[in-house]
């Protein structure tokens, strides 16, 4: 019985003990079952594993690869361009220059183009000369100061002598290399062979044309160039069909380049571990490269590589071009970039054990990469600096710790002036080169505790941490201001830029992290107005003007849904004749409460709001209302402008939505309609949003550049998308008639607008004399006060049964509810 006692009373121990085994055990099994069951799918699917695992490395590494390749290959693009465009604008000095070109003035401006650049081994003029011509020609450049200028060939002994007489010469007369002693001037390029019909192609095609390569002979070796010309026809005569550009041809701009020295000046900032071999474009699968430019990490020997030998195995291609010249791209995979995928399936198969060590290693990469992949979404890639996601979470750190009462700090956001023109000028290599200088000298200027962050662009911050002090936060402001304002020294450049700061000081009442973001984005805000290249403090007046725009947008949404927007509309005149061909239409808002607003006061604060989409929308829909109303009283201009915001241009899809529905509802052909963008929206847009400005494009609606000529104006785009109109803008007409410099400018922009056959009209014409002088420059179009001020549509309506202005007599008074447009 007491044994039976006891074993009853040890019992619920007992089973204590077992139910704790059973866990322990229990817990153990469900730790080793993933383990287990992938040793025996490991062992049952191993095969099927080994195709997985080596197609799935293959494609990432050939991913990879091919994104490196796509990456550096258009990096040589863009660079090569920049070779393109410098005969080109040389050939646009001859075409606005309204006398012919001195040596003087050629050599002045290209050589601004040859400055820094070493693959650029000349740059020329070479005219064509007739026989008849010759004698004039010869005196001409003798008198311009070529001691003994004669047209000279290469006589039999190798020396230069007189040329004999011909039909034709094509002698280099000016040249950024040489003195004037040399002996290059007067050289006879007509020698019928490679350089003569470069000549010939580049004059029956009217392009920029360019010789098959060829070796430069040198004391350092022998090295492959080439040379591009550039065609220059007579000014005033036509050149549309093959007769007339064999006729009228004045000559060409020559440029002689060396292959490796370019690709070497536009990759010297590229870090790629790939090789790139560059071949002629109708290469045989057995010459060589024309140039090889070796990673530093992998070496291959560059003379025995064929075209045929670098395509047999994985490799990516492209075709690049620059001044007429086209070449193959070929860049090898590296060697073991795939791996040996075999041997770890033979593992797989050799050992249970080793299938689960794979399987646990392959995690721990996984899990490695994935931190590295995190490590790099949270710093920026140009500077290594946090980036906006990691200084939000320092600084919601600090906030977190500020507010139980640690260590306070301040928010410096920081935004570099005038980087844009300079990254513009300059190019994107070295707009990073100088990012990373100013870098440079914030890291100087902040202590270890402090955080440094680049938010985008040139967008940056400074978490200053243990300070309340506004005096210690405004002396490091000062320090950036002053530091940031001295000049830097990129790539032998001095380039300059200044720095604008808003700061904001934590204090108890501050609610967030983002509230202290937008408190340092007023006060910046604040510094840029105030003339940039200073620092402001947040305050609580800043508070108050961001709560009065945001109540103004408010007051605007419900605006535009009571109706009180209205469309006044200024007409676009033909010059010689005084008809209206157009109508822009222009937005207007009588606020009950406030009187009017300029759209300068609530245009920007649309933007700003996201209220621009729903405005644009009305005003848009507005128009084509109007549109279909002269319609059907048969008095309809021919087109109707609308302006669209940049803003809207972001959100394209919702854009072109709006515009078609608009569209279908009023009846308007598409046709009769153009949409006014200014240029800085074409040359930030994304290709996302070519694509989209292409749908509308598609559809028939007219594309215009409003303002052109007002910031910096790249032509870029006019040949990446195909622009129906400019508008020449009203800050460059309102001076033709007195300054040199904006007249010339006009000029060029309205003889650049016609060869690239491309609509032209002038905005702000106010006297009769900028209108002749339009007239006289080929600008047949014109808008403003000479003609009409922005009228209501009542006005706008009768301007149209005339169907002409004549200034003087039908210049309108202005509105009283309608500002200057």
């Not at 490196?68 to 090569?80: C, M, V």
């Not at 935004?415 to 023109?421: A, H, M, N, T």
């Not at 046709?671 to 929206?681: F, G, H």
Request: glycine share 8%; net charge neutral.
């Amino acid at each position: 019985m007491k044994g039976s006692v006891l074993s009853r009373a040890h019992r619920p121990k007992i089973l204590h003990r077992e139910r704790m085994t059973e866990t322990t055990a229990s817990r153990r099994l469900k730790r080793m079952l993933p383990l287990i069951a992938a040793a025996i799918v490991g062992l049952i699917v191993s095969t099927s594993t080994w195709f997985y695992v080596s197609a799935f490395d293959e494609k990432l590494a050939l991913k990879a690869f091919y994104q490196e390749a796509t990456d550096s290959t258009q990096i040589l693009k863009n660079g090569l361009d920049e070779y393109s465009n410098k005969l080109v604008a040389i050939g646009t000095l001859f075409s606005a220059t309204q006398h012919d070109l001195t040596r003087t003035e050629f050599v002045a401006f290209s050589s601004t183009l040859f400055k820094d650049q070493p693959a650029i081994l000349g740059l020329s003029w070479v005219p064509r000369i007739t026989r008849e011509g010759r004698a004039r020609h010869e005196l001409a450049a003798q008198n311009d100061g070529i001691i003994d200028y004669h047209i000279r060939d290469v006589g039999p002994r190798g020396t230069l002598v007189v040329a004999p007489e011909r039909d034709e010469y094509l002698p280099i007369y000016y040249s950024t290399k040489e003195t004037p002693t040399s002996k290059l001037y007067g050289f006879d390029l007509h020698d019928g062979g490679l350089r003569q019909r470069t000549f010939e192609t580049a004059r029956d095609e009217k392009r920029i044309a360019a010789s098959p390569g060829f070796l430069l002979r040198s004391g350092d070796g022998d090295r492959h160039g080439f040379i591009s010309a550039l065609p220059i026809y007579l000014r005033g005569r036509p050149s549309n069909t093959l007769e007339e550009r064999r006729k009228n041809i004045e000559g060409y701009v020559l440029g002689v380049y060396q292959i490796g020295q370019m690709v070497d000046t536009i990759m010297a900032n590229v870090t790629s571990p790939l090789n790139i071999f560059l071949f002629e474009i109708n290469a045989s699968p057995k010459d060589g490269p024309v140039y090889v430019r070796l990673s530093h990490l992998l070496k291959m020997p560059p003379t025995t590589q064929t075209l045929a030998a670098l395509t047999s195995g994985p490799h990516w291609s492209s075709d690049v071009s620059t001044s007429g010249k086209h070449w193959t791209i070929v860049a090898p995979a590296p060697e073991g970039l795939i791996g040996n995928s075999h041997m770890r399936a033979w593992l797989i198969f050799a050992a249970g054990l080793l299938l689960t060590s794979i399987i646990v290693g392959f995690m721990w990469l996984s899990l490695r990469n994935g931190r590295r992949l995190q490590r790099l979404a949270r710093t920026d890639p140009l500077t290594g600096l946090a980036n906006r996601v990691l200084f939000s979470e320092r600084l919601a750190a600090a906030f977190s710790v500020a507010r139980e009462g640690g260590a306070q700090f301040a928010v410096h956001f920081i935004d570099l002036d005038g980087f844009k023109d300079i990254n513009d000028s300059f190019g994107h290599s070295k707009g990073d080169l100088l990012l990373r200088a100013a870098v440079s000298r914030l890291k100087d200027l902040i202590r270890d505790c402090d955080v440094l962050g680049r938010l985008g662009g040139d967008e940056f911050a400074v978490l200053q941490g243990g300070t309340s002090d506004s005096d210690a936060t405004a002396t490091l402001a000062a320090r950036i201001v002053s530091a940031m304002s001295q000049p830097f020294e990129i790539e032998g450049d001095e380039v300059s830029v200044t720095a604008s700061l808003g700061i904001a000081i934590y204090v108890a009442e501050t609610t967030s992290p983002d509230a202290m973001m937008i408190q340092a984005d007023l006060a910046l805000y604040r510094a840029k107005n105030d003339g940039r290249n200073c620092y402001r403090f947040h305050s609580s007046d800043l508070d108050l003007e961001e709560h009065s725009r945001i109540a103004l947008a408010d007051e605007l949404r419900a605006g535009i849904e009571r109706g009180e927007l209205e469309l006044v509309y200024q007409p676009q005149v033909e010059i010689a004749s005084g008809r209206i061909r157009g109508m822009e239409a222009l937005v207007r808002w009588n606020n009950p409460k406030r009187g009017q607003i300029m759209p300068s006061v609530f245009i920007p604060i649309a933007e700003k709001t996201a209220v621009i989409h729903r405005l644009g929308s009305w005003v848009f829909d507005e128009a084509c209302a109007q549109m279909r109303r002269w319609e059907d009283a048969k008095i309809a201009p021919q087109i109707i402008a609308i302006n669209v915001s940049g803003i809207q241009i972001k959100r394209l899809d919702e854009l072109v939505r709006d515009i078609a529905d608009s569209l279908e509802k009023w009846r308007i052909k598409p046709s009769r309609v153009e949409l006014e963008l200014t240029e800085t929206v074409l040359m930030e847009a994304s290709q996302k949003q070519f694509d989209a400005l292409g749908r509308l494009r598609e559809m028939g609606l007219h594309i215009a550049i409003d303002d052109f000529g007002t910031g910096y104006s790249s032509l870029k785009y006019l040949t990446v998308f195909p622009i129906n109109r400019l508008k020449i803008a009203q800050d460059l007409v309102m001076h033709v008639t007195e300054e040199l410099r904006n007249a010339t400018v006009v000029k060029a922009a309205i003889r650049l607008a016609h060869e690239l056959d491309i609509a032209v009209i002038a905005e702000g014409v106010e006297t009769e004399a900028q209108a002749q002088f339009l007239l006289a420059a080929g600008c047949g179009n014109a808008q403003g006060y000479y003609y009409s001020r922005p009228t209501n549509v009542e006005i706008a309506t009768n301007l149209l049964r005339q169907g002409r202005i004549e200034p003087g007599k039908d210049r309108l008074p202005a509105l009283k509810s309608v500002s200057a447009a």
